[in-house]
């Protein structure tokens, strides 16, 4: 029992990213415990994935493989996952906070007469034991959580709790295909749910400029995307623009939007409540633009304006053309 599983999840064999968030988790857990890690892949066949996931620094990828595997359903995706728990006897199965880890892994880990640890933001080992910290309250308190009682220990982390492009690369892990039983599968999968195409998927943006309710106006959102466009960037907003329309709900930042962590989020006229807070406090470097000196989101930025946005926005316009010129 020296081993860190990661869960790496998948449609069609297509990575979904933040399953490099969790080998991230991973590789950081491991390196503070003295484990080693290894990536599981459910899958009907030889999954192309494996040989992009052995390319990080982990022991060995598991693929956990059965023709009932063709696609996610809780049920064959539990069996096949406490197969290889059950072989692979791990520490820790470590997993990002998906909708579908949220589906089957509390199933799994009932099977193990354990509970899961969801939504971490981030975590530190004392004493050779993990404290893993939770938001609670729609983000308004963190709470730190203890695991009592044998392993395996099962943690989710919450989307940008870590960055995927912090995972470590090294070499060639073994790759392992594992023929796993699964019984019955209760459930008839129907095509998936299709929502109307996202004009972006901000959790890729590497840079994101957001407006709050200082723009005014629908009019002005076009100098924020002045801003956007010099520096390639990506617009959103945090919930009142989206709730009046001035863009689309898929633009939307927050606990009833995306949850981000580009590597710099300008915010512009935002004020800072909690729910938008939770959506894109895992950001590299947070640059807030308000003329209110007392608001929320000047606590976490690292840097700030205080002032009128529509005198500061078109002198950064202007200066970053001058730098690129």
């Not at 959790?203 to 801003?227: D, Y």
Request: charged share 25%; glycine share 8%.
């Amino acid at each position: 029992m020296n081993n860190i599983l990661v869960f790496i999840e998948h449609k069609d064999c297509v990575l979904n990213k933040t399953s490099l968030e969790a080998i991230a988790a991973g590789q950081s857990i491991g390196a503070d415990l003295g484990l080693t890690v290894s990536a599981v892949i459910p899958c009907d066949k030889d999954c192309a994935l494996a040989n992009e996931i052995s390319q990080y620094d982990i022991e060995k990828v598991i693929v956990a493989k059965n023709e009932k595997l063709n696609m996610y359903t809780p049920d064959g995706y539990a069996d096949a996952f406490e197969s290889v728990i059950r072989s692979e006897n791990p520490q820790f199965v470590v997993m990002a906070h998906t909708y579908q880890v949220r589906d089957f892994a509390p199933k799994v880990a009932a099977r193990f007469e354990r509970e899961v640890v969801g939504d971490c933001i981030r975590y530190r080992a004392e004493n050779g034991k993990l404290v893993l910290t939770r938001r609670i309250f729609l983000g308004k308190l963190d709470a730190d959580v203890t695991i009592g009682g044998d392993a395996p220990y099962f943690v989710t982390f919450q989307s940008g709790a870590f960055r995927g492009d912090n995972a470590r690369k090294g070499g060639s892990a073994a790759v392992e295909n594992v023929e796993v039983e699964v019984g019955e599968i209760r459930m008839k999968a129907e095509a998936p749910f299709q929502e109307a195409k996202a004009a972006v998927d901000l959790t890729k943006s590497e840079i994101i400029v957001a407006v709050g309710r200082g723009i005014k106006s629908q009019e002005n959102i076009a100098m924020a995307e002045q801003l956007a466009e010099v520096l390639g960037a990506d617009i959103a907003a945090s919930r009142p623009i989206c709730d009046n329309e001035w863009l689309s709900i898929d633009r939307q930042i927050g606990s009833s939007g995306q949850t981000v962590a580009p590597k710099v989020y300008i915010a512009l006229g935002i004020s800072g409540a909690i729910q938008h807070i939770v959506g894109m406090k895992n950001s590299g470097t947070i640059i807030a633009i308000n003329k209110d000196s007392e608001a929320p989101i000047f606590d976490i930025a690292d840097y700030g304006i205080v002032g009128d946005l529509f005198e500061a926005v078109p002198v950064l316009v202007e200066e970053i053309k001058k730098a690129k010129a």
